[in-house]
């Protein structure tokens, strides 16, 4: 059996769906930028194929873009996480509702 | 002449602002002095102008600015002195110079003297420019002056819980018949284009009987509120609480009469309708008989006048009514004469009697008031129209009216209560100079009033007796102006019945009311003799309940529509109802706060929520684009569409 | 340096304001009354020059803002919108000079006054939509802080209210505007929001049934006309002394202005078609409130809700389409302004002494201020619309006007002169007759110099108008003629040609008439 533009497309699909799943179950704020990442990639993954499907670099250097700015979220995100847990003490999700509405 | 006019007409005006300066100190007998000599000279003015068209001169007519004027409506500050508004300045001023004077020793001991000739004065000015003015709108000035002036002097003494609201009732009355002036007023200028009298009238006969009707009737609603007619009449009596001779010159001589000179002065219109002048008649007719029934049994020695002015009134609309405008004119003059020196005799029984009303709490008083005795007899006299005094003339002249023209029943009517006046003038007059002193058992000293005031009244006096001599030169006064005839019956025979018969009646009336009432052993009424049982003398006594029937269905039910007006609808409906969409508002953002905890994973639950909702959106629109050929056919085979 | 009088006289008081800020506390209250005083000479000056014969605009200024979407600063007046931007000059002179000498915070309320003073003159003097709708907008925000800072014990509920309420109406106005605006580019390729562009638009009756909604909705909510008059009590109640004087002298006529200004010339059939009802409305306003006014314990509230039933009598006068009635509503808003200003600045003396307002505190007060209750007596016998004051003429001309389109509504609406007579005289019974039975209430002072300062010129424009109204019925009557005369000419219907009255024949045949008499 060959590997065709679908099966890349439902594996980006499950991905997505085991990204979302963390993004909305997970309490931990580590856990939630792992589920971010496999968010990411997901598309990631749903770009390149395309792109080579169609022969049109544009999806790869879509790709790369996601990739550069992902590197930098989660630096950033890194970065406030552990001021964040050097102050509270803690990184679940519930306990930050500081902009309770 | 044009400044006779203007002094006749400002010199009131100049006297109430004078006064006014003092109001606020304390009595200046100078104030009531010049306030005096101002209304005299108005009174002299009006007398040369008098003179000047008894001699045949023209009517003059100023124009001395404009008031209103926009789009096609014009209405300047115009005056007319004709043979109308002559003689009602006459009367105006000649009573006012009387009241001023006398006032100078009626209010002279109370502490808002000057007050008192400021309202008084401004009074005159507004009622001249009633009198005086050629146009329909400035007669409503005066018109509403008047009821301002008579407001602010019934209220007089501010103090009393029963003068103020006499006062306010008396200018809310007065508001609800100006409202039908006013109507009439639109009318008038929307079918003929202005508010001059001599325009519009001449405009009058093109327009069709429904417009003229309904003006007639408006107007005459607007003259039924000054005049008190029935059933706007509840105030007049109540209207006694301000100072007598406020009585004597407002709710006697001048204000109330206003009606009739309404009605007198719009004749070209009434002519038009005979239709609404007899109604007017009839109208005149029941008030006098109604109010004449109130006076028999009332305890209230000016309530008693009142009723009587009310009488009287109603004789002055049934001529009117009739077409007899001068008749109207010269019974309103007459009794101007005699009614204001009524009040004033009863103003000096009170001052005597310490503000006591109730005549049979008096008694006797002849011997010490000789004057006001012989003053108010001969008033009396005049009143029940004996001859030849004052009351004889104009009176019978409504009465031949009425027979000459075939009215029989308002005949009947005018004549039997022609005895009734008789009969309660003569009650008053018996009750109070004669019989047994009953005031000493309160105590009283009774005095009489001061001679100069005695000699103010002394030119009413002299015109109740001979004003009748004057017929006939008033007839040729105003022959011209009102299209006047004499009311003539033809067979002599008839006529000498008919006067005779009258006078005899009347007598008759006087005499028994002598007998019932002069006699010494008349005792203060307490409610107990089987008289004042009957259910007659209450239905009198109260009015007709007409007064506590206004009270209870008309003020009370207007007072609890306002509270639930306020309490109920605007705050509980009205109100509610905004209040409730804010809220609604504000309740769907307190249920939908949740969303925004700030807790983060619930927030991306939403935000995966509303993904997947806009994702469903976007493939149910893209579905139904792609196949809406299939579902529109689908449709119609349902026959949906 | 009269060209740009009107724009001197709209931005002068909101430069002075900001300078305001800078000025020591002190000295606050004189610079105040200077800035008011310079301001109010100025609105006469504009009185002295403007052409009574002229119908149209004057003082017309141009500048351009947004010119590709036709957005421009045009001001301009005409005979309608002088005598209220005289009126506005005159109340903030008046309300500054007499503030109460304890107010707190002076500053900013005399800062926030000639801010407000700004706004209103910009809302009577605006010919762009646009920027008549942002001066009305931010006549709000003043208001909000007078009522919101300055107010009673309820004073947030009331100044949100006050806000929220009109803020709403004017929004829907809004949409209208653009609406407008949007079909002046359809038709001619170009867009505008000058008013005076828009009156030469004939537009078709479903849109302007539509859109004489829109811009009723934001007219009728300021007015206030029944039902949407419920946050005036409120503000009323709540608001200081100034803050209520302004609110009914001033702010109150920009709905009725608006009226005149916007609906009649440019929806003459649906201003025609929506007659009946409004004067239904009117109606309902005069006799309702007056009930209610009659119901009140404070006296305030009485002379709020007596605003509200006079208001009534301005839209019935709008609402009969011809000179007469046009003309006695705009001379009623004048006088209206002037009689019930001066009625909140009486309640207001009688509040500074006594700290209440209800009516059952006092009584006797004729015998302890007879200053007080002689001046009180005379704006209540305005009020109740006897002639000679003021407010007669409006009244009358309102109602003689309305009586040509309607017999019966006119009797019906014609009780206001019976109803306000009832509670204005119970009121005045009950404050001033009588003995004084309040220890507190017999050695009141009478009014003070400052007071009578204040009251006194406003007596004698209350008699000197109703005597002599000739010169402000002059040019109202010009410039009303005009837009009735537009109204005529634009209007579809039959019905619309038969009860807007052709001002111009009838002109020509009064000249025929007066040729014929030569």
């Known amino acids: 059996m060959e590997i065709g533009l679908n099966h890349y497309l439902v594996l980006a699909t499950i991905l997505f769906g085991i990204g979302l799943y963390g993004v909305m179950r997970r309490k931990n704020l580590l856990m939630l930028f792992f589920a971010t990442e496999i968010l990411l990639n997901s598309v990631n993954i749903g770009f390149a194929a395309i792109s080579h499907y169609y022969g049109d670099l544009t999806g790869q250097m879509f790709a790369f873009f996601v990739i550069a700015i992902a590197a930098s979220e989660v630096a950033v995100g890194l970065g406030l996480l552990i001021v964040w847990y050097k102050r509270h003490n803690s990184i679940d999700l519930d306990e930050m509702s500081l902009m309770r509405g | 002449m044009e400044k006779y006019l203007y002094i006749a007409l400002f010199a009131p005006l100049v006297s109430s602002l004078f006064a006014a300066l003092f109001t606020a100190q304390p009595k200046k007998q100078f104030v009531g002095i010049v306030t005096s000599l101002l209304i005299f000279t108005s009174f002299v003015s009006s007398s040369i102008l008098l003179v000047y068209i008894l001699k045949g001169g023209e009517p003059i007519h100023v124009e001395l600015m404009t008031w209103m004027a926009t789009g096609g409506l014009y209405i300047p500050f115009g005056f007319v002195v004709d043979e109308v508004s002559v003689v009602m300045m006459m009367v105006v001023t000649l009573v006012s110079t009387v009241v001023h004077v006398y006032s100078n020793g009626y209010m002279d001991h109370d502490k808002s003297f000057n007050r008192f000739f400021a309202w008084l004065s401004a009074f005159v000015f507004s009622m001249m420019v009633l009198v005086m003015s050629d146009n329909f709108a400035g007669l409503f000035i005066g018109w509403e002056g008047v009821g301002l002036c008579s407001w602010g002097l019934i209220g007089f003494w501010y103090n009393r819980e029963s003068a103020t609201w006499a006062a306010n009732e008396a200018f809310i009355m007065n508001r609800i018949a100006d409202l039908g002036m006013l109507i009439g007023l639109f009318l008038i200028y929307w079918n003929t284009g202005t508010l001059q009298y001599d325009e519009a009238f001449a405009k009058l006969p093109y327009l069709d009987t429904a417009t003229l009707t309904w003006t007639g009737i408006f107007l005459f609603i607007g003259a039924m509120g000054k005049s008190a007619q029935f059933p706007l009449h509840t105030w007049l009596a109540d209207a006694m609480e301000g100072p007598t001779p406020v009585s004597a010159l407002i709710h006697a001589a001048t204000m109330v009469t206003a009606g009739v000179y309404l009605v007198i002065r719009a004749h070209p219109l009434f002519d038009l309708i005979p239709h609404v002048g007899l109604f007017i008649a009839s109208l005149g007719a029941f008030v006098a008989i109604f109010a004449a029934s109130m006076a028999l049994v009332n305890r209230d020695m000016k309530r008693i006048i009142a009723y009587s002015t009310l009488s009287q009134l109603g004789y002055m609309f049934a001529a009117a009514g009739l077409g007899a405008y001068w008749v109207a004119l010269f019974h309103l003059m007459a009794h101007a004469f005699f009614k204001a020196l009524l009040f004033l005799g009863a103003g000096n029984v009170m001052h005597a009697m310490h503000d006591e009303l109730d005549p049979f709490k008096m008694g006797g008083l002849k011997k010490t008031m000789k004057w006001t005795w012989i003053m108010m007899t001969i008033a009396s006299f005049a009143l029940a129209g004996v001859f030849p005094l004052a009351g004889f003339y104009s009176k019978d002249a409504i009465l031949e009216t009425a027979f000459v023209e075939h009215h029989f029943i308002i005949y009947t009517v005018l004549l039997f209560t022609a005895g009734l006046t008789a009969f309660y003038s003569f009650r008053l007059v018996a009750l109070i100079f004669h019989g047994e002193e009953r005031y000493k058992l309160f105590g009283i000293h009774p005095h009489e009033a001061y001679k100069y005031m005695l000699v103010a009244m002394s030119p009413l006096l002299v015109l109740a007796i001979i004003a009748g001599a004057f017929q006939h030169t008033f007839f040729e006064l105003v022959e011209e102006a009102l299209h006047a005839v004499h009311y003539h019956i033809h067979s002599e025979v008839v006529v000498w019945i008919m006067t005779i018969g009258t006078q005899a009646f009347v007598i008759a009336m006087i005499i028994y009311a002598y007998k019932k009432y002069a006699r010494k052993d008349i005792k203060i009424p307490d409610g107990t003799s089987p008289v004042e049982q009957s259910f007659i003398y209450k239905l009198l006594f109260n009015q007709y309940y007409i007064p506590y029937f206004y009270e209870e269905y008309i003020v009370k039910p207007y007072q609890e529509l306002s509270e639930i007006f306020w309490k109920k609808v605007d705050l509980k409906i009205v109100d509610a109802t905004v209040d409730g969409i804010a809220k609604v508002l504000y309740s769907t953002g307190a249920a939908t706060r949740g969303m925004q905890n700030g807790n983060l994973s619930t927030m991306l639950r939403w935000m995966v929520v509303g993904l997947v909702l806009l994702l469903l959106i976007a493939v149910a629109i893209g579905i139904t684009v792609r196949y809406s050929e299939r579902i529109t056919l689908f449709l119609s085979g349902l026959g949906v569409l | ?518």
Request: charged letters at 10%; zero cysteines.
């Open chain 3, 1 to 518: 340096m009269f060209d740009h009088i009107l724009s001197i006289l709209i931005f002068f008081p909101a430069v002075a304001a900001l300078l305001g800020f800078v000025v020591k506390p002190a000295g606050i209250r004189a610079y105040g009354v200077a800035v008011a005083t310079v301001e109010f000479v100025l609105s006469l000056v504009l009185w002295l020059l403007y052409d009574p014969n002229v119908s149209g605009m004057q003082f017309l200024e141009t500048l351009p803002l947004v010119p590709s979407f036709g957005i421009n600063y045009i001001v301009g007046i005409d005979g309608i919108s002088l005598f209220i931007i005289i009126l506005a000059a005159f109340f903030t002179m008046l309300g500054i000079a007499t503030l109460p000498q304890n107010t707190k915070d002076e500053k900013n309320m005399i800062v926030t006054l000639l801010f407000l003073q700004m706004t209103m003159v910009g809302v009577f003097a605006a010919l762009d939509a646009i920027v008549f709708y942002v001066f009305w907008e931010l006549s709000l925000v003043p208001m909000l802080y007078i009522i919101g800072a300055w107010g009673g014990p309820l004073r947030i509920y009331a100044s949100i209210k006050f806000f929220l309420y009109t803020f709403a109406g004017s929004l829907v106005m809004l949409v209208g505007m653009l609406f407008m605006a949007y079909f002046y580019y359809q038709v001619t390729g170009k867009w505008s929001f000058a008013l005076l562009d828009w009156y030469r638009l004939v537009l078709p009756v479903s849109y302007q049934v539509w859109l004489f909604l829109a811009f009723f909705l934001g007219f009728a909510i300021k007015v206030p006309m029944f039902p949407f008059h419920t946050w005036l009590p409120y503000a009323h109640g709540q608001a200081p002394t100034i803050g209520s004087v302004i609110l009914a002298a001033i702010l109150l006529k920009m709905g009725t202005y608006a009226f005149i200004r916007f609906s009649l010339p440019l929806f003459p059939d649906a201003s025609v078609l929506f007659m009946k009802p409004i004067a239904v409305l009117a109606i309902i306003m005069i006799i309702y409130t007056a009930m209610v006014a009659y119901a009140q314990k404070d006296i305030k509230q009485v002379v709020a809700y007596s605003s509200i039933s006079h208001m009534g009598v301005i839209i019935l006068g709008t609402f009969a389409l011809n000179v007469e009635g046009i003309t006695g509503s705009i001379f009623l808003m004048i006088g209206h302004g002037v009689v019930s200003g001066a009625l909140f600045l009486l309640v207001g003396v009688i509040y500074e002494r006594r700290h209440t307002k209800l009516m059952s505190e006092f009584g006797g007060l004729a015998d302890v201020m007879p200053r007080y209750a002689l001046i009180f007596g005379i704006m209540l016998m305005a009020s109740v619309g006897l002639p000679l004051t003021i407010n007669f003429v409006g009244e009358f001309l309102s109602f003689l006007g309305f009586y040509q389109q309607s017999h019966i509504l006119t009797l019906i609406a014609g009780s206001a002169i019976i109803v306000g007579a009832i509670y204005m005289l119970s009121a005045f019974k009950k404050a001033f007759f009588g003995n004084v039975t309040k220890k507190e209430n017999e050695n009141l002072p009478d009014l003070t110099k400052t007071e009578l300062f204040a009251l006194v010129p406003l007596s004698i424009i209350t008699i000197w108008l109703g005597v002599y109204p000739k010169p402000v019925l002059e040019p109202i009557n010009n410039s009303v003629e005009a837009v009735v005369e537009l109204m005529h000419e634009k209007a579809i219907t039959p019905e619309a040609k038969l009860k807007i009255p052709d001002v111009k024949a009838i002109r020509i045949a009064d000249a025929a008439v007066v040729k014929e008499a030569e």
